[in-house]
Every structure is written in C-alpha cells, then in structure tokens.
C-alpha cells in the first residue's frame, strides 16, 4: 500500500528531476560552441549591445572592461557613471548551453571589483563575490572567469564588491543563454531589459550611490523615455522579453498594454507550461528576471512600463509641494520663487529647464505630449514589417480612435454632460 509519507517521496524525487532539467550535465571543455542565426536568433537589446566573442580552442572567449564611462540617460541628461566596454549597461552577454565560456575582466576603475555571474550555476571560485569567492581585482588587473554554461534562460552579471556604489553607478549587464535545444514553440523576436533607478540631482552629474528611498532617473536598458528605442513586432508573431531588475531598492511591476502573456523563465529556470497563468502586468523583484511570452495579436503602439507612477517620471517630478487645485495663474511668481523646480508651462513657450536635467516626463507622440518619462518604451504592432527599426507612430483606421462627442451623438445616447 502506498502511504502519504512514500507519495511525498515520489513527490521530492519528480522535483530532483525537473531540476536535473535546469542544470544539465555537460563535459568539461564544453560542447561545440553555439553559433549565431544557426544554433540560436540572437537576442535584441534596445538602446543597447551584444558583446562580441572570439572562438580559442573550443572556448568562448569575451573581454569585459570596467571603466568610467560618460553615460547619456536621455537627451540632455549626462551622468559620470561606471559601465563595461564603454557603455551604461555593460554589453549583453550572449551564448549557448553548453558552450565553455572564457571572460577576462579588465579594471580600470580607480578602485578594485569583481564580478558575479546572476543566476549561473558556476563553480565556487567563479562566483565573484569579493572576499568570498576571490580576491578583488585591483585596479590594472585582469582576472579570468572559466565555466560551461549548464543552464538556459536569462542571467545577469554585475559588480559583487563595494555593491552599493559600484551598482549605483552602473556596473551591471545582462547575460542570456540559448537552449542547446531549440525551444517549442520559438519566439520570432526576443528582447531583452536591464530595469535600474538612480539619483541624480538636476545640475548634477554623478549618480548619488548613498540615495535610498527617492531616485529619479528609472531607465530601461541605461536610458529614460522617451530616449527608449520601441520594440516591433509584425502581427502574429511570438514576441519574449526578458526583463531583469538590478534597481538599489525598488521592484517594478512592468505592464503591457492591448495584450497579455505568460511568465514563461525566472532567473531560477523554465515555468513549466502547466503551471504559468494569465497577466498584464510582471512583478520584477530587485536581483530578478522574469521572461515573458506572449503572440502580438493587436496592431497599434502600446506602452510597456512600470506601473509605478512615480517610475513614470524623470527628476522634475520629485520633492515639488503639493500644488494640485492650486490657481496658478495667480501663484506662479510667489511660487517659483519659493521653489525653483516649478514653473507653470506659460502660453508663451516651454518651461525653463535647468542644465544637465530632463523633463519630468514627455516625448513628441502623434497626438500631443505623451505624458509620461522614465521607465517606458513602446511596443509597435504592424500588419507588415520590413526590419526591426521603427516604424514611425501608428495610423488607426477611422473610427477606431478616442474622439470628441458631437451633440448628435449625446443625444442620441441621453448623455447630459
Ligand atoms: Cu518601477
């Protein structure tokens, strides 16, 4: 007779078992490196790039370099942040499970780092948490991580030393592993997002690493909307997007707009199929990725951002009083004067915006401000594409858009306003 107690041990040996699907035992020097457009659709990464490799012996060698780096967040708005090669984020770390992956960090900050590979199951030694694992990388020094990749999914790397600063500053990337196996069903485009937040005084230039509680710069991939280049879909295809979250202390809950979809991979693995449900919306845990599926079923322009509303704004919006209700028109001097970030947009032009700083929201859409900044890019759906750039805003077809009521049509209804 079965007992309760042998189901449960059924149950812990089912488990052992999808978990020897997440780590899979792979040789020592790898298998044949995985080739991009043959074994694997490469990854997009809006706004950003993917780190090239070479090919030594079997082995996949990259270069990360960790330096200072003159970073744009959106136009107008600098920071003097640290990055990888360059760049805020690091470059996209891509490959292969299975592949046997060789990355030398190269330090050129003016103090010591490491890097942690988010998520990788490595040996020990290869973790990168300082004094943990190894010792730091000092400046000058180039250090070498050497591991075969045994998992799939989506992965991150970033600085495991002095974290509070040298995140803050930006040392952080994603890294993403194709199946060896091709997946069913394939996505036609992936996409991938770096989410992070950071504090930048306007008129400032270094990210503020001490800042807890109120950042005011929330970008996706190192920029702020409307610097967020769109993602394009055609019509009917599978679109992923991976999103990881290396924000100091904020969890954002992204949402997509005229569509739905399944968390279908966390950091941790693969959802199984029977276990993911229906969601607009993705809670992104800070040190977290989530990978979502869905088919682009509606044309159209759709926003994908944070539900925060205050991670839909960029610096201006932050530490104002609360003037709401207010007759501005008659306050505007005593309260300009009295705080320096406000001003009224006057009938005569924009307003003044002090230097190194961005709007607390707006770009340009095709029907007036789009009023919202920050953690925002925009999905665009077509009937046809050609390439993945973008395809300009979106006509609707007549009498598919919000309009004013005519007096006939209030009629009609019985609508009194
Ligand atoms: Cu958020």
């Excluded at 989506?154 to 990337?173: C, I, K, N, R, W």
């Excluded at 970008?219 to 394009?232: E, H, K, Q």
């Excluded at 199929?273 to 229906?278: G, I, Y």
């Excluded at 992104?284 to 994908?304: L, M, Q, Y």
């Amino acid at each position: 007779m079965t007992t309760r107690r042998d189901l449960f041990r059924l149950g812990a040996a089912a488990s052992l078992g999808a978990s020897g699907l997440r780590t899979t035992a792979f040789p020592e020097h790898g298998l044949p490196p995985g080739r991009p457009h043959l074994d694997y659709q490469p990854v997009l990464t809006p706004n950003g790039v993917t780190l090239p490799f070479r090919i030594v012996d079997g082995v996949k060698v990259f270069h990360l370099i960790a330096e200072p780096v003159e970073h744009t967040f959106a136009p107008g708005l600098q920071g003097a942040c640290w990055g990888y090669n360059g760049r805020v984020h690091g470059p996209t770390i891509e490959a292969v499970e299975g592949d046997r992956v060789r990355i030398w960090v190269t330090n050129k900050l003016p103090q010591s780092t490491t890097v942690h590979w988010h998520g990788l199951h490595v040996p020990s030694g290869m973790d990168g948490v300082g004094g943990l694992s190894q010792r730091p990388i000092e400046p000058g020094e180039t250090f070498r991580y050497e591991f075969v990749l045994r998992q799939h999914g989506t992965f991150l790397y970033h600085s495991h030393h002095d974290e509070m600063v040298q995140m803050a500053l930006g040392l952080m990337g994603l890294f993403v592993i194709h199946p060896r196996q091709p997946e069913e069903p394939p996505a036609d485009v992936d996409y991938a997002y770096l989410l992070s937040e950071w504090h930048l005084e306007p008129g400032m230039r270094r990210p503020d690493p001490n800042e807890m509680a109120d950042f005011n710069v929330l970008t996706m991939n190192g920029v702020a909307f409307p610097a967020t280049a769109p993602m394009v879909a055609r019509r009917g295809e599978r679109v992923r997007i991976r999103i990881g979250n290396l924000s100091a202390m904020d969890h954002h809950p992204m949402h997509i707009h005229g569509h739905s979809f399944e968390v279908v991979a966390t950091d941790g693995g693969p959802i199984q199929e029977t276990a993911r449900w229906p969601e607009a919306t993705v809670l992104v845990p800070v040190g977290s990725t989530r990978t979502i599926e869905f088919v682009a079923e509606n044309p159209g322009d759709w926003a994908f951002h944070c539900h925060m509303t205050h991670h839909v704004m960029t610096q201006m919006g932050h530490g104002i009083p609360n003037l709401v209700g207010l007759d501005a028109t008659a306050s505007d001097e005593a309260v300009a004067a009295a705080v320096p970030e406000f001003e009224t947009m006057g009938e005569d032009g924009e307003p003044t915006i002090p230097p190194n700083s961005a709007p607390m929201a707006g770009g340009k859409g095709p029907a007036g401000m789009i009023t919202m900044g920050g953690m925002v890019t925009v999905l665009k759906v077509r009937d046809t594409i050609t390439t993945r750039d973008d395809p300009g805003w979106y006509v609707p077809p007549a009498g598919t858009t919000a309009a004013p009521a005519t007096a006939a049509e209030l009629e009609r209804d019985g609508i009194r306003p």
